[in-house]
């Protein structure tokens, strides 16, 4: 059965290309931009401590960055047939926000930490990638082209974060509340992939309609301005629909 069902695909292959081969006409070069959505929600966690009363105070930041909207563009060339390499460019900021929670000791007895938590927003997250895909197009009608792509990214992420946490206390001191953070801005840049499909509709000689979704993960060490490492995830789903311009 799988040696079947390799010989079936590769039959299938052989026919998708023959068709791109016969079908394969048109432009060389397309540029196109496009608007769309980050889909995708991303979370990580930050846990540190910090001192405090000649002890040492924890915080936990549990981060959640939202859906938002993203704009991309990108400059695409066939290279043989269906076969090409495109470099793309994409960005998307979010105000994100996080769940803190401390444990602060006390001031006057040792082993009597006080629980605080709260919410922290304003926390902006931005990304900026640049991705370098291999495309293959697959011709599926007379107007209608269908691209799969997939390849390397660099994302650069700006990223700010909680470095610490205010409060206020009365005596005995035996309770504290919270009142907010102190943060700090890092960034970092990342390598990793994204896998992508895309459909183009030919509106006219040159102008063509582009829709889509795109899938990118890479991996960012943020340093912290106490010098720490915040390890998260960039990227995410994006999806969007734009236009495209064809060059011979």
Same mark, same amino acid.
């Given at each position: 059965?799988?040696?079947?069902?390799?010989?079936?695909?590769?039959?299938?292959?052989?026919?998708?290309?023959?068709?791109?081969?016969?079908?394969?006409?048109?432009?060389?070069?397309?540029?196109?931009?496009?608007?769309?959505?980050?889909?995708?929600?991303?979370?990580?966690?930050?846990?540190?401590?910090?001192? !405090?009363?000649?002890?040492?105070?924890?915080?936990?930041?549990?981060?959640?960055?939202?859906?938002? &909207?993203?704009?991309?563009?990108?400059?695409?060339?066939?290279?043989?047939?269906? !076969?090409?390499?495109?470099?793309?460019?994409?960005?998307?900021?979010?105000?994100?926000?996080?769940?803190?929670?401390?444990?602060?000791?006390? &001031?006057?007895?040792?082993?009597?930490?006080?629980?605080?938590?709260?919410?922290?927003?304003?926390?902006?997250?931005?990304?900026?990638?640049?991705?370098?895909?291999?495309?293959?197009?697959? &011709?599926?009608?007379?107007?209608?082209?269908?691209?799969?792509?997939?390849?390397?990214?660099?994302?650069?992420?700006?990223?700010?974060?909680?470095?610490?946490?205010?409060?206020?206390?009365?005596? &005995?001191?035996?309770?504290?509340?919270?009142?907010?953070?102190?943060?700090?801005?890092?960034?970092?840049?990342?390598?990793?992939?994204?896998?992508?499909?895309?459909?183009?509709?030919? !509106?006219?000689?040159?102008?063509?309609?582009?829709?889509?979704?795109?899938?990118?993960?890479?991996?960012?060490? !943020?340093?912290?301005?106490?010098?720490?490492?915040?390890?998260?995830?960039?990227?995410?789903?994006?999806?969007?629909?734009?236009?495209?311009?064809?060059?011979?």
């Amino acid at each position: 059965m799988p040696r079947l069902l390799i010989a079936c695909a590769a039959v299938g292959v052989m026919l998708v290309s023959a068709r791109a081969a016969s079908a394969q006409s048109g432009s060389r070069l397309i540029v196109s931009a496009y608007g769309g959505m980050q889909a995708t929600t991303t979370t990580f966690v930050d846990r540190f401590t910090f001192p !405090l009363n000649v002890e040492d105070a924890s915080l936990d930041a549990d981060y959640r960055v939202d859906r938002s &909207p993203s704009w991309d563009g990108q400059v695409g060339i066939r290279l043989w047939r269906g !076969l090409g390499v495109a470099v793309g460019v994409s960005y998307f900021e979010d105000e994100a926000g996080a769940r803190v929670q401390a444990s602060l000791p006390h &001031p006057f007895f040792f082993n009597r930490d006080r629980s605080i938590a709260g919410d922290a927003s304003s926390l902006t997250r931005s990304e900026l990638a640049i991705h370098v895909p291999v495309e293959w197009t697959l &011709p599926l009608s007379g107007r209608l082209d269908l691209t799969v792509s997939g390849g390397p990214s660099v994302v650069r992420v700006k990223q700010r974060l909680v470095q610490g946490v205010e409060f206020s206390e009365t005596f &005995p001191f035996d309770q504290a509340t919270y009142t907010g953070v102190t943060t700090d801005v890092s960034r970092d840049t990342g390598v990793g992939f994204n896998l992508g499909g895309e459909g183009r509709v030919r !509106l006219t000689a040159h102008l063509v309609g582009v829709f889509g979704a795109r899938f990118s993960r890479g991996r960012v060490d !943020l340093r912290a301005a106490d010098r720490r490492t915040v390890d998260l995830d960039a990227g995410g789903l994006r999806l969007g629909a734009g236009v495209g311009v064809r060059f011979w």
